[in-house]
């Protein structure tokens, strides 16, 4: 099992779709993508 910590507050795009009634919204966002990236590489770095 594996800890992840992960970074609040959640990115824009993210909350506004958590915001939508049927739950079937967009998840691949830039924002959310790089800020997925950053949150499970150990040093940080965004490739």
Same mark, same amino acid.
């Given at each position: 099992?594996? &800890?992840?910590?992960?970074? #609040?507050?959640?990115?824009?795009? #993210?909350?506004?779709?958590? &915001?939508?009634?049927? $739950?079937? $919204?967009?998840?691949? &966002? ?5 800020? #997925? ?6 040093? $940080?770095?965004?490739?």
């Amino acid at each position: 099992m594996v &800890k992840v910590e992960r970074s #609040l507050p959640a990115p824009v795009s #993210l909350a506004e779709e958590a &915001k939508r009634e049927n $739950g079937r $919204g967009k998840y691949d &966002k830039p924002d959310v993508i790089e800020r #997925l990236k950053k949150d499970f590489r150990r040093d $940080g770095a965004v490739t």
